[in-house]
């Protein structure tokens, strides 16, 4: 009796997995979509906002194939300790990050690293070389 009744919680298990993978993936596409839209949003305003020639940012990413998403959480490092990435720049149009109260980002401007203190809320748009780029030719990239 014990193996079949094994079983039988084992196959319910699986069936309540099956169930809750569905459902996040729904949820999953729903915000990529979403956050999909805001990118490419924000793109436009930014295309606008630097005078680059009109839809040059949605022309250039109007192949959304590549978009992606990911979510990392660091654990909160103690003084003198660094968790997560190292520096770097991302190579693409802009980045969305949302952070929570630990913090950790840091934006590198006029040859030092400054903290960017979170915003209960706010969304952080990186903006990447792919930009930089576009805006300043000669002068790109690195940090």
Known sequence: MAPCRQRTCSA???????????????????????????ASLIEGIINDCLGLPS????????????????????????EGQTNGLTPHEDSNSITLVFQDDAG????????EWIPATPEP??????????????????GCCGY
């Open 12 to 38: 319910h298990f699986e069936y309540v997995l099956s169930l809750s993978l569905c459902v996040c993936r729904e949820v999953e596409e729903e915000v990529f979509t979403s956050l999909s839209k805001t």
């Open 55 to 78: 839809g040059l940012l949605k022309e250039f990413n109007s192949d959304r194939s590549s978009d992606f998403l990911m979510a990392h959480q660091y654990f909160a490092a103690t």
């Open 121 to 138: 809320g706010a969304i952080v748009v990186n903006v990447g070389d792919i930009i930089q780029v576009h805006t300043n030719p000669s």
């Open 104 to 111: 950790g980002l840091e934006v590198f401007r006029n040859g």
